[in-house]
């Protein structure tokens, strides 16, 4: 098994990650009204307004980690899969469903007042750490849409 990292491949599936805000552009709406409302009311109703910035950094992070993985098990020559890449599936789901334990435990652990700005963060991480496994499972298998 030879892994290589490629700073170039891993730009160009950070930017094809990223295109999702503009190509899920209802999706993306939502989620700025829904993030300013929270902002908006949090600040409104805080009086010394603080987040816990590295936990939330932390977990939408893991985004950057699954295009990592994409990028260092990418499909070999002429695209052909290889032959652990079923496995990729399972990896990248388990990061997921690490994002989704680690947000509600960073949830959990935010003041009272700022559970909702928490929420909107940790829900801007996982709709790009959901468009990264997206990337990131083509990249492993090969088989581009």
Do not use: D
Not at 84 to 108: D, K, M, N, P, R
């Amino acid at each position: 098994m030879q892994l290589a990292f490629s700073p170039q491949y891993f730009m160009w599936l950070t930017s094809m990650a990223t295109s999702i805000f503009f190509y899920a552009w209802p999706i993306t709406l939502t989620l700025v009204v829904l993030t300013g409302f929270c902002w908006f009311n949090w600040a409104k109703t805080t009086a010394k307004p603080k987040l816990n910035w590295g936990w939330l950094l932390g977990v939408c992070s893991i985004a950057l980690i699954i295009l990592l993985y994409g990028t260092l098990h990418r499909a070999g020559k002429n695209w052909k899969p290889r032959p652990y890449s079923e496995l990729a599936s399972y990896i990248v789901s388990g990061f997921l469903i690490t994002q989704l334990c680690l947000s509600a435990v960073v949830v959990h652990r935010s003041n009272r007042g700022a559970r909702l700005v928490s929420t909107s963060v940790l829900v801007w991480g996982f709709f790009l750490s959901l468009s990264a496994s997206f990337i990131t499972l083509m990249s492993v298998s090969g088989q581009w849409l």
